[in-house]
């Protein structure tokens, strides 16, 4: 069912119509907590406000106004988990997935502990990018569109795009560091 009715439902007095939003993002949203908060407990607490909060918000949640629904959400959760950071002391970070390639058929050894020696220098460099660029280069490599990425962040299309070239370019010096200096291109 469609987010708008849904919510339409819920202001006409339907409280259990909010049921459906909370197990359509539930999963999505307590990853998405995860991955800024690196703890387990403090994740589902943080989800649990979030969905508190939406449901206590969604009378001025305008699906008009050309936010979807789950960016509105996602957006309030960011925002919660940075400011519980902040309280806590910790600054905003969301981890990276360890990469894992493909190997082609017929491989030498030597050919796969180049690509595996690659792939670690690629993820080491992603660990060190700086927020928020880190995160922005992260959600565009999980294969969100700029549109998206703004969308989720609460930022403007440019912003996106002004990071992602920031990112891009520190990621080029950070891989040619763990080179040792030599650039390896193809």
Same mark, same amino acid.
């Given at each position: 069912m469609n987010d708008t009715i849904v919510i339409e439902r819920i202001r006409n007095g339907d409280v259990d119509a909010f049921a459906q *939003?909370?197990?359509?993002?539930?999963?999505n949203l307590l990853a998405f907590i995860y991955r800024f908060v690196r703890d387990p407990h403090l994740?589902?607490?943080?989800? =649990?406000?979030?969905?508190?909060?939406?449901y206590k918000s969604l009378a001025h949640f305008d699906p008009e106004a050309g936010t979807p629904f789950s960016a509105w959400l996602f957006i309030?959760?960011?925002n919660r988990c940075i400011?519980?950071?902040r309280k806590r002391g910790r600054t905003e970070s969301a981890p990276l997935e360890e990469y894992h390639g493909c190997t082609a058929a017929g491989d030498n050894a030597e050919a796969l502990l180049i690509r595996r020696? #690659?792939?670690r220098a690629l993820a080491d460099s992603?660990? =060190?990018l700086p927020e928020p660029f880190r995160t922005t280069m %992260?959600?565009?490599? =999980? #294969?969100?569109? *700029?549109?998206?990425i703004a969308n989720q962040s609460g930022i403007g299309l440019a912003t996106v795009k002004s990071r992602l %070239?920031?990112?891009?370019?520190?990621?080029?010096?950070?891989m040619k560091e763990s080179a040792g200096g030599v650039c390896h291109e193809r």
């Open positions: *939003l909370v197990r359509k993002y539930h999963k994740t589902e607490d943080i989800g =649990q406000e979030v969905f508190l909060d939406a309030c959760a960011r400011s519980e950071l020696e #690659g792939r992603l660990e =060190q %992260f959600r565009s490599l =999980q #294969g969100a569109s *700029l549109n998206e %070239f920031r990112a891009r370019e520190r990621l080029k010096l950070l």
